[in-house]
């Protein structure tokens, strides 16, 4: 990883302070010499989350060398199509290809919901992204901070994401409350969306909010499903991630056993059960998301803004 300090300058920007990690990547707010600021993105020379001995420290504020409780990073999963999925490590070049094409994702977003790209260049051989920086919190800090969260957020970012995949993108990949920030106007912005990986057994993202390692839309609203469920009963609906056939071949095993399993994994605790107060209609929603195939994000979006339009 390049070794970036407090006051440094990195091309034409000088880094003014450290503003979060992810499982392969660190953010810094940096300024230029008209004393705009920017957030610059830089590798790790490797990534995966909780298999890395870096992230064994756990500090109350953001600091580059470990992890705060404000940051679930995400990690790279090996696909074994018999024995299911594992973590893995990437190394830089592998780091390098994401942020590359993560650019690539965020040029086609064009700041619509997601910050705008202005630059990306070479530092010591490795790319560095040049972004707007959002001055707001992550929907994680504005959870702990027990501020009050609404569900029009989560709805915004839906609609962004819901507007992008009409545009080019395929999925987010990597959606959950460390990828959702607020403004103090409350504007929201997606962050961080994770392209296509380069090999077919390989994806990027939270198991705890991507507990079927999906890349693709459905996948991401069940991810805002599973945010849901946060919300409502403070706690995520499964104990075990992911789900024990994600990333096996359907053939792998009996229509029967994966239909068993599945039905097993599935038995999360019902949200009324823990919060009474749990509106039916977000219930629904969750249990749509999580149990029917063809229930995907522009139904989320829809049935969200309905309920949301009546209370």
Request: charged share 25%; aromatic share 10%; net charge negative.
């Amino acid at each position: 990883m390049l070794q970036i300090q407090t006051g440094q300058k990195i091309g034409r920007y000088q880094v003014e302070s450290f503003l979060g990690r992810g499982a392969f990547a660190q953010v810094f707010l940096a300024t230029d010499s008209k004393g705009r600021r920017f957030a610059l993105k830089v590798g790790d020379d490797s990534g995966g989350g909780k298999y890395l001995p870096r992230f064994g420290e756990v500090t109350v504020t953001r600091d580059p060398r470990a992890v705060s409780p404000d940051e679930t990073p995400a990690e790279a999963m090996f696909l074994d199509p018999i024995e299911g999925a594992r973590a893995e490590i990437l190394d830089a070049t592998e780091v390098d290809e994401l942020l590359l094409k993560e650019a690539d994702l965020l040029r086609a977003a064009n700041g619509h919901g997601v910050p705008q790209l202005h630059e990306v260049f070479t530092q010591n051989e490795r790319p560095v992204l040049v972004m707007d920086f959002i001055d707001g919190s992550t929907l994680r800090e504005r959870i702990r901070s027990m501020e009050g969260v609404k569900l029009g957020w989560l709805l915004q970012a839906a609609q962004i994401l819901e507007f992008q995949c009409a545009h080019g993108w395929n999925c987010h990949g990597d959606i959950k409350p460390e990828n959702i920030i607020i403004t103090d106007e409350e504007e929201v912005f997606l962050l961080d969306p994770v392209p296509e990986s380069c090999r077919e057994d390989r994806i990027v993202t939270t198991p705890w909010y991507n507990p079927f390692l999906r890349w693709d839309e459905k996948g991401d609203a069940q991810s805002f499903a599973i945010i849901l469920y946060e919300l409502m009963v403070g706690a995520l609906p499964f104990d075990q991630v992911p789900w024990s056939l994600a990333g096996t071949c359907l053939n792998a095993h009996s229509l029967e056993e994966r239909e068993m399993s599945m039905s097993l994994y599935l038995a999360y605790p019902p949200m009324r059960e823990i919060n009474a107060l749990t509106p039916r209609h977000v219930e629904y929603m969750f249990h749509r998301c999580l149990c029917d195939a063809d229930y995907g994000l522009s139904q989320l979006c829809a049935d969200l803004n309905a309920f949301l339009l009546k209370n």
